[in-house]
Each structure stands twice: as structure tokens, then as C-alpha cells.
């Protein structure tokens, strides 16, 4: 299976195999629970192949199996299903659950990584001290702190104008100073 061309990344390595295997692989809608042994029967298939290595098949069809609309799919009393689509053994329920767990942790994992870049991406924001109108200060707009200047400051909210002319009304929480 050694070759000068082969594919080298998981996307690229799953698209090859939706094409070689529509029937079993997908990239969109509802994936197929997979045979048990599906890796040795697409090495049998593909022996004469030379754009796969064994390796990257394995790293690929892990992250297909991990994917979270795979996981979904894999459902006690449904059918695994081989290569050309055929049926193959029945999902057990110790199967749903590991798969279930699988689902679990893998959405725990992103929802920490998301808080950890929403985190790393903002600026820290400091409490505003006595403002006064005609201060200069910063505003934070979406990521970026915009430096503006305080024309009114009501009980919750500031008005400042952009130095294009335009006045926002703020709240205190969305002001930085220097």
C-alpha cells in the first residue's frame, strides 16, 4: 500500500471511501452503524489500491466512528451494515450505551473547549471607574475594544460617540478604561 500519491488527511480519506462505498459510507444526513471489522474488509477491497495507508485508514475511520452523527446512529436492535450496504449483525444495548457515553463526553469536551476559546478570545474587561462625559474610553464591540468618547451617561447606560460621527448607547459592563 505504499505510494508516491496517497491521501493523507481523514476528510479527503472518508470522501474516498463515500465514493469507493456509498452504500455503507456517508458525508451528509443519517450514517450507518458500521460492520464490526469494516477496516480489514476495506484493506481486502482496496488491497490492489495504492492511495491508502493502513495507518491514516485507521485515524480516519476513528474520527468517522467518533463523529457525533455516527454516534447517533448506533441505536440497539439496528442493523451494522458491511461495504455494499448489506445488513450485517444487530446493534446490542451495550453497544447503544457505550456509544451513548462516547456522545456524552465528546459533547463535554466541546462545550469546555468553546468556554475555553470564548474565554482566551475576549479581552479581559475592567469595571469602569468614575466616567465622566468627554472621557475617552474603549468599547467592547464583538472582539474588538473600539476607543470612543462618553457624550452622556444615563443610570444603565452610557452614550458614546464613534469617532465617525455615530453615538451608541452602552452598557457599563461593555466599557474599558485605559
Known amino acids: 500500500m505504499e505510494s508516491q500519491f496517497q491521501l493523507t488527511n481523514s476528510k479527503e480519506i472518508i470522501a474516498y471511501l463515500v465514493e469507493q462505498f ?4 456517508t458525508l451528509e444526513g443519517e450514517a450507518k452503524p458500521l460492520k464490526i471489522g469494516i477496516f480489514q474488509d476495506i484493506l481486502s477491497r482496496l488491497s490492489e489500491s495504492e492511495v491508502l495507508s493502513k495507518t491514516k485508514l485507521r485515524v480516519a475511520l476513528r474520527a468517522y466512528t467518533m463523529s457525533w452523527r455516527y454516534l447517533y446512529s448506533i441505536k440497539a ?3 451494522r451494515v458491511d461495504l455494499d450496504g448489506n445488513p450485517d449483525d444487530l446493534i446490542n444495548e451495550e453497544q447503544e450505551q457505550y456509544a ?6 465528546s459533547k463535554q469536551k466541546a462545550k469546555e473547549r468553546a468556554k475555553e476559546k470564548r474565554k482566551n478570545s475576549r479581552p479581559p474587561v475592567k469595571k469602569p471607574k468614575a466616567l465622566k462625559v468627554g472621557d475617552f474610553v474603549k ?3 464583538g472582539n474588538k475594544p473600539l476607543r470612543v468618547q462618553i457624550i452622556n451617561i444615563e443610570k444603565e447606560h452610557i452614550k458614546v460617540n464613534v469617532g465617525s460621527g455615530m453615538e451608541l448607547t452602552v452598557k457599563p459592563e461593555h466599557i474599558i478604561t485605559k
Open 22 to 25: 456509498p452504500n455503507c459510507f
Open 77 to 79: 436492535g439496528a442493523n
Open 100 to 105: 451513548q457515553q462516547q456522545l456524552k463526553e
Open 139 to 141: 468599547v467592547l464591540l
